[in-house]
């Protein structure tokens, strides 16, 4: 049980409050989902329940929170360890040693669990994961749903009582994220786990939790999901629907939804998602008949794309097939075994510094790995040198995608999806033809998303070509032109997005699957279908 006594935090005295006089209770053997907007406190409120909150992160903290008796406030984390298992956001930070079987074992042998029985969860935990195929494999040459699966792992091998989980399908193919939550929900049904998640990917989870809290600037609202996704500030594409159509109660699943739409469909047989065809440039990113490899591992296998300007790419596939090599070709921080990568007529791997850059501007999977000032104003500052742009020019594009971000600030106290708007300026500052992002809305919530969606389409109109590599269904079907899924390092299937998505069982968008004969991808295609049919 957890409970939530008249709880206040806030990282520094002056500060907002990150949390207000919360109120709770979370019964044992029940599965959560917090649900806010960025920066709304979620991950603050799952770090109260192991202690890493106030003990690790300071602060000033009112109230109490007790987890199976166990007041935080008189026990430090260390000695929650064996009834908490905590999975952060990033999952490298967790990390203590270098192989994935000495991970999963970690927290075991700090428990003193035998010998014996580490040995069986181990095992079991590699093929509840699917990770039997990495286990003697280096942490740092995991892909990162693959790291995300590991962290997950190494929570649940040692069989806590409360499990917590900050973004635990965020890096995860769509066909990994349900084996994960299917395996959360058993170990909740057949163990009696708690287990609290926060996610932003609703579409993912919502329908296997008991409960949803949703924070909100007032405080906690509570209650089952359909009552609480009625109203709830951000909410999945189903729901949206749903919505729109005015189904009561709402439905959750693809399978419940597609039991409502029949009329729907009916209405609007012979329409479909109608987008005009992007005018392309002159200006193109290319590869011709590409391998490549680490060391004797082969990562990619005879692939050639081309991408316009004015084109939006998105890279698809199961974790570690090869997405984020792709994008590492086309950015030049590697070359090729074999054939050729051109970015507006040169090798992007023969370019270096601000060179390079004004050619291909990549925002990495870790954002902050292109950070290196303590204020959001140096980081600006820094990308209007290196660019050769006017000064304030950074600054400037910083406003338009995330105007509330102040210039104080240092850059890793922001949000995630903060932090992903801050590299996108810098990168943009530079105004290279090819934009490449690998997973931009790890962290980020529906309305954080809709923004960034637009600046992608707006980046696509102003002449750039963009490559997305990512596991996000529905941000392909809003902003793709075309789609590429990669398997084992080979090209599967490549063409329009409405062709693509729509014949993938894995990658097709929920509105895809609840629309299905007819051709549909988003919750606003479907609005404006409507909008027509009302007017003719």
Not at 11 to 38: H, K, M, Q, S
Not at 84 to 107: I, K, N, R
Not at 423 to 432: K, Q
Request: glycine share 8%; aromatic share 2%.
């Amino acid at each position: 049980m957890i409970e939530f006594d008249d709880v206040s935090f806030r990282y520094d005295a002056g500060t907002p409050w990150i949390l207000r006089d919360v109120c709770l209770r979370i019964p044992e053997g029940e599965f959560t989902l917090v649900v806010g907007t960025t920066g709304s406190g979620k991950s603050t409120l799952l770090r109260a329940i192991n202690g890493l909150v106030p003990h690790f992160t300071g602060g000033e903290f009112l109230g109490d929170v007790r987890v199976h008796g166990r007041s935080i406030r008189i026990t430090p984390p260390r000695e929650l360890a064996d009834v908490v298992g905590y999975v952060p956001q990033d999952p490298m930070s967790g990390f203590v040693t270098d192989t994935v079987e000495e991970e999963l074992a970690y927290a075991m042998e700090g428990l003193g669990v035998a010998p014996t029985t580490m040995r069986r969860r181990v095992e079991e935990t590699l093929d509840l994961l699917g990770l039997d195929d990495v286990r003697v494999r280096p942490l740092v040459a995991l892909s990162g749903g693959q790291r995300q699966r590991v962290a997950i792992g190494a929570a649940m091998a040692s069989h806590p009582r409360v499990l917590i989980l900050d973004e635990p399908t965020s890096a995860l193919d769509p066909g990994a994220a349900e084996e994960v939550l299917a395996s959360l929900q058993r170990i909740v049904h057949d163990l009696g786990v708690t287990a609290v998640i926060a996610e932003h990917r609703l579409e993912r989870v919502v329908q296997y939790v008991d409960r949803v809290l949703v924070l909100e600037p007032g405080g906690v609202r509570e209650g089952i999901p359909q009552v609480m996704m009625t109203d709830a500030p951000i909410a999945p594409p189903v729901v949206e629907l749903g919505r729109l159509a005015g189904w009561n109660p709402l439905p959750l699943t693809i399978r419940d939804a597609r039991r409502e739409a029949e009329p729907l469909r009916r209405i609007l047989v012979g329409r479909s998602s109608q987008r005009p065809h992007p005018p392309v440039g002159v200006r193109r990113a290319t590869m011709d008949s590409v391998d490549a490899a680490y060391g004797r591992t082969p990562a990619l296998r005879g692939v050639d794309i081309e991408v316009r300007g004015g084109q939006v790419l998105a890279v698809m596939g199961r974790n570690g097939a090869g997405k984020s090599t792709l994008l590492s070709l086309l950015a030049g921080m590697i070359t090729p075994t074999t054939g050729h990568v051109q970015v507006d007529g040169v090798d992007p791997s023969r370019l270096e510094g601000p060179e390079l850059v004004r050619h291909v501007g990549l925002v990495p999977q870790n954002p902050t790995d292109l950070l290196e000032c303590a204020t959001v104003a140096d980081e600006c500052r820094l990308s209007d040198r290196d660019a050769r742009v006017l000064a304030g020019t950074t600054r400037a594009l910083l406003a338009l995608l995330a105007p509330d971000v102040r210039d104080d600030t240092h850059p890793r106290d922001l949000s995630a999806g903060q932090q992903v708007s801050l590299v996108l300026a810098i990168i943009l500052a530079s105004r290279p033809p090819l934009v490449v992002l690998d997973e931009p809305t790890r962290g980020l919530d529906y309305p954080t998303k809709s923004r960034l969606a637009e600046h992608l389409r707006d980046l696509a109109s102003q002449g750039h070509a963009v490559v997305i590599a990512t596991h996000d269904v529905e941000l392909v079907a809003e902003v793709a032109d075309t789609v590429l899924i990669l398997a084992d390092g080979e090209v599967v299937a490549h063409g329009p997005t409405s062709e693509v998505v729509t014949s993938s069982p894995m990658f097709a968008p929920q509105v895809t699957k609840i629309m299905s004969p007819g051709i549909w991808l988003t919750v606003a295609d479907v609005e404006s279908a409507l909008a027509e049919e009302r007017r003719a």
